[in-house]
């Protein structure tokens, strides 16, 4: 897996992102938050547009001055990270 940082630089083409709190979720995240798997920084993410068949996504990432620990704990949740995207409840 590669970091975040070459995502910014246009070198990857792999997402680095090892876990999503998502808080909408529409046959995939649409809005959260995602960590990434080098070097842990954490983004604000939301899907602005996609395509007529839904197949191609575009989103929006903003990086945080927060990880994703402080933002779980701040938000009173308790997540499973059993799998790598986990959806808050309503």
């Given at each position: 897996?590669?970091?975040?940082?070459?995502?910014?630089?246009?070198?990857?083409?792999?997402?680095?992102?090892?876990?999503?709190?998502?808080?909408?979720?529409y046959d995939g995240p649409t809005e959260g938050f995602s960590e990434c798997a080098?070097?842990?920084?954490?983004?604000?993410f939301k899907k602005l547009a996609w395509d007529e068949s839904q197949d191609i996504r575009i989103f929006a990432f903003t990086p945080l001055n927060l990880d994703l620990a402080e933002i779980v704990r701040?938000?009173?949740?308790?997540?499973?990270?059993?799998?790598p995207i986990f959806l808050v409840p309503n």
């Open positions: 897996m590669e970091c975040c940082q070459l995502l910014k630089d246009g070198v990857s083409s792999a997402l680095p992102f090892e876990r999503v709190l998502a808080v909408g979720y080098m070097c842990r920084r954490c983004y604000y701040k938000s009173n949740i308790q997540p499973s990270w059993e799998f």
